[in-house]
């Protein structure tokens, strides 16, 4: 099923999608130096010989954010079962693929801004070797359902010049 596509403007879309995704994973993937987006962004306000986001630009970013979008919304956090494994080991599984996705996505945004809890609370939970503070079936549920709202809200922008 194809998604309708909402048109927005690159300048008025990327600091939406910023809020979302980490800006330095889309730079990263396009193999460009961290300072390219904001360089294209803030082309009219800087004195820059960049003359902002051209037609490439633009379809390159549509591209990366419908597979960054496809991805997002397949992606699924879980709770191993505990058949052979200790609390620590399932603690860790658990970390590792937030941790997996917390290189594309802002977790702030989810654990904050979706699950209204502090930064304390999300990094006492991903602690490595710590057994006070897990993440409750609850809580993997929200993390899911924002990943997925992340990735459709990228598989419905279409940037524009």
Request: net charge positive; hydrophobic share 35%.
């Amino acid at each position: 099923m194809e998604t309708e596509k909402i048109k927005v403007p690159v300048k008025q879309a990327l600091p939406m999608i910023a809020e979302m995704v980490k800006l330095k994973y889309v730079t990263d993937a396009l193999g460009k130096s961290s300072g390219w987006i904001y360089t294209k962004l803030n082309s009219d306000k800087i004195i820059t010989t960049s003359k902002g986001f051209n037609q490439s630009d633009v379809d390159t970013l549509n591209e990366l954010f419908n597979e960054m979008g496809e991805k997002l919304v397949s992606t699924r956090i879980y709770i191993p079962t505990v058949e052979n494994k200790d609390s620590l080991s399932v603690r860790q599984e658990i970390i590792e693929q937030i941790q997996s996705v917390s290189d594309m996505v802002s977790m702030p945004y989810i654990y904050i801004g979706k699950m209204k809890k502090s930064t304390s609370w999300y990094l006492n939970r991903m602690r490595k070797n710590s057994t006070k503070a897990s993440f409750k079936q609850e809580d993997i549920n929200m993390i899911n359902l924002s990943l997925i709202e992340i990735g459709n809200k990228l598989l419905s922008i279409e940037l524009t010049l």
